[in-house]
């Protein structure tokens, strides 16, 4: 059976490369191996070749360097994002295996960081926070793009110098909201047996 979309994106390493390419970012290989260093580079090329297969990533150019073909990678438009399909005609296990997989990618990401042997969350800009908003789907929908839009601003930044790569991840959950459909159902059928 072959790998959904969100199978594709949500697997750990996979996930690491999109983030690097998100915004706009071109990389070859050699700067992805470099950039995540703890990849090693046949693993790379397998989940490069992976990506390219399913249409997330694109070549914009290649370079001929040494005898060989150097492709730079892009993310496709919408390259990232989980089709409908994905978001809509899963099963509630299905969901949950794949929150499953973007956590733990999440929980990849922070052990390795407290691995080091010094840190310091305060000074490295470590936050968790989880705020409660009440918004309409129109104050939604423009609160994520005020959120893209100031992104979008530092997308062109190469790292080097006092630049340090920052992740930045989003989990939206709204409020479980009760069936209006269903509950009206039961009051008329209550309402007859009286």
Do not use: C, W
């Not at 936050?127 to 939604?140: A, G, I, K, T």
């Amino acid at each position: 059976m072959p790998e959904s979309k969100a199978d594709l994106i949500l697997h750990p390493i996979r996930m690491r490369i999109i983030q690097s390419l998100a915004l706009g970012g071109q990389r070859t290989t050699q700067q992805l191996v470099r950039e995540l260093e703890d990849i090693p580079q046949a693993t790379m090329y397998r989940h490069l070749n992976k990506l390219l297969k399913a249409g997330i990533l694109q070549v914009a150019e290649e370079n001929k360097v040494r005898g060989t073909l150097e492709k730079v990678y892009y993310l496709a438009q919408g390259g990232e994002d989980l089709t409908p399909l994905d978001v809509t005609e899963n099963s509630s296990g299905e969901h949950m295996t794949l929150f499953l997989k973007f956590i733990s990618s999440l929980i990849g990401d922070f052990s390795q960081y407290v691995r080091q042997e010094h840190y310091d969350m305060r000074q490295d800009g470590i936050s968790l926070r989880q705020l409660h908003l009440h918004l309409n789907d129109e104050e939604y929908a423009a609160l994520l793009t005020e959120l893209r839009q100031s992104m979008q601003k530092y997308a062109s930044n190469e790292a080097g110098g006092t630049r340090r790569r920052r992740m930045i991840s989003t989990i939206v959950i709204p409020e479980v909201q009760e069936d209006k459909g269903e509950n009206m159902k039961d009051e008329a059928s209550t309402d007859d047996s009286k």
